[in-house]
């Protein structure tokens, strides 16, 4: 066994369940294990890598900004913060940006912003609707939020002022709803729950909903912005606006950064009303520069939109000759395949051995989060990669 496998198990807190490898070096959609062997990468940091491992944007990035200014704080104002604030902004139906490290403290931010404007727009409102199966993030707040108890199990109490209700069921978001309620917090695709779209319909119920009661619409996408589903926020695949967005993952391409888009309407933070110490940093904001000047630049949605049409229909091609894969959903490079058994680990373990790193959001599902500059030849790969895999599970154990 690896040493560094062997260290973990002294040293880290075991919260992670890793797989049996040690990744020393990524490029493209490729990363190598420290023994040289190579993986086409499908996880993808979890849907972090938007432009792939070191593209050279990247590290242009943050080597020039590393040795020009990495971090001062938010007591000063920094060029890259507020260039990557107006072109997100240029590019969005919001007004106002606030950037903090990751999608938990994005999704804190944006809960708290809500929370203000129930407290001086709605009567004092605090109460924040959210789904069964959706993930806002693990601080206290957001593993309240997030709709599935075995993340909350153990760390009690739990903050108030959160109800989670049936995805893709406006009635439920209706019953759910009263005087306290300030907002609903959805993701357009749940990712880790499984890859479940919401319906047109629903989200545009919704919208309808919080218009006529004044409520607040946060979209959550930290894991659909910035490309993910074929378009570059999530949102537009459905054609349903929120009134505030949360970013993270992809935004930054591989480092550290999160953010809140807010329609003036809804931007009613102050001074002293929310802060952080690393949040927008001119590291982290100048490398976030790059990747959204790049996608813009290289029309990654468009990519996007084509290679996961191209890999979903060979996904459901698969899907005829092997009546075992139940459904094949998602969009862009977001893509679940479900199994009518639990297999997901072997699929995971015996994907490793052919040279294909997968993710697995349940026992029966796996889910593609690759890097959005996989080429069609590597969408290729993968399902031919796929078949071998399920074609020797499936020999193993005969259904
Ligand atoms: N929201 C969504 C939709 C996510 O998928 C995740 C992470 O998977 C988070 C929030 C939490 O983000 P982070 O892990 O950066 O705190």
């Known amino acids: 066994m690896s040493r560094w496998i062997d260290l973990e198990a002294k040293r880290y807190m075991p919260v992670a369940k890793r797989a049996p490898v040690v990744l020393v070096r990524g490029e493209g959609s490729r990363v190598w294990d420290e023994d040289g062997k190579a993986y086409l990468d499908l996880v993808g940091g979890w849907a972090v890598n938007t432009l792939g491992h070191s593209a050279p944007v ?8 590393a040795a020009t200014l990495i971090h001062t704080s938010n007591q000063f104002y920094t060029i890259p913060q507020l260039e990557l604030a107006d072109l997100l902004v240029e590019h969005s139906p919001f007004d106002r940006v606030f950037f903090s490290n990751s999608g938990v403290e994005a999704n804190e931010g944006a ?4 929370r203000k404007y129930g407290q001086h727009k709605r009567n004092g409102a605090y109460a924040v609707i959210t789904t069964d199966h959706s993930f806002h993030g693990r601080s ?3 593993l309240t939020a ?21 995805f893709n069921d406006l009635d439920a978001i209706k019953q759910a709803t009263t005087d306290e309620t300030c907002a609903i917090m959805l993701e357009p695709v749940q990712g880790e729950g499984g890859v479940n779209v919401a319906t047109k319909e629903y989200l545009q119920g919704v919208r309808d909903w919080c218009d006529q009661n004044n409520l607040v619409l946060v979209f959550d996408e930290v894991q659909t912005g910035v490309g993910r589903l074929g378009t570059l926020w999530g949102f537009e695949k459905f054609g349903v606006e929120p009134d505030v967005m949360t970013l993270a993952k992809g935004l930054g391409g591989g480092v550290p950064i999160g953010a809140i888009l807010a329609k003036e309407k809804f931007s009613i933070f102050t001074y002293g009303d929310h802060g952080s110490t690393f949040g927008g940093n001119p590291l982290a904001t100048a490398v976030a520069l790059a990747v959204v000047r790049e996608v813009l630049k290289q029309d990654i949605p468009g990519h996007v939109e084509k290679v996961g049409n191209y890999l979903m229909d060979k996904l459901r091609a698969m899907q005829t000759q092997r009546p075992y894969i139940t459904d094949v959903r998602g969009f862009g490079l977001l893509v679940g395949v479900e199994f009518d058994s639990d297999i997901s680990a072997q699929i995971i373990s015996e994907s490793m051995k052919e040279g294909m790193l997968l993710n697995a959001p349940a026992a029966n599902m796996i889910r593609f989060m690759p890097p959005l500059v996989l080429t069609e030849a590597e969408a290729d790969e993968a399902v031919e990669k796929l078949g071998t895999v399920l074609d020797r599970i499936k020999v193993a154990a005969p259904a």
């Open 58 to 65: 990247i590290v242009d990035a943050l080597t020039e900004q």
């Open 146 to 166: 997030t709709g599935k108890d075995a993340y909350k199990k153990d760390y009690g109490p739990l903050p108030t002022g959160f109800l989670n209700v049936p």
């Open 111 to 114: 809960v708290k912003l809500v």
């Open 140 to 142: 206290l707040a957001m």
